[in-house]
């Protein structure tokens, strides 16, 4: 497992952008898919974006594609997450998790029950 740290969440008014890191504790962070999932108040968890242990190619939910993009800097131990044109209803705490993922369908990244490592979650909020 590895240890992750999340930040980069706050209060954004609609249209806005942030950027949400995911800094991880151990050098062999190049092994470990990365993914955000949130969470909205009085809703389940979802996924949002994944991306592979080496980097490059990425993997939206369809409510965030063309918005956001996913990267990871192996050398730094970082990932992270670009929001932009933030609408009301991204709202949620926003979670980074890893997990080595042999696969590279993208089925096999959309899933919490890949990840074995979770960060404490950061607070985003845009305002309409």
């Known amino acids: 497992q590895v240890q992750l740290v999340e930040s980069g969440g706050g209060l954004v008014q609609a249209g806005g952008s942030l950027r949400l890191s995911c800094a991880a504790s151990r050098r062999t962070f190049s092994s470990y898919a990365v993914a955000w999932f949130r969470q909205a108040p009085g809703k389940e968890r979802e996924f949002v974006a994944a991306?592979?242990?080496?980097?490059?190619?990425?993997y939206y939910a369809d409510s965030v594609k063309g918005r956001f993009a996913i990267s990871k800097d192996n050398a730094e131990n970082t990932a992270y997450l670009q929001m932009n044109n933030l609408k009301p209803e991204d709202t949620a705490v926003y979670y980074c998790?890893?997990?080595?993922?042999?696969?590279?369908?993208?089925?096999?990244?959309?899933?919490?029950?890949?990840?074995?490592?979770w960060g404490q979650g950061t607070q985003v909020t845009v305002s309409s």
């Open positions: 991306v592979r242990g080496s980097g490059g190619i990425g």
């Open positions: 998790a890893a997990g080595i993922i042999m696969y590279t369908s993208s089925y096999y990244y959309m899933g919490e029950s890949r990840y074995d490592s």
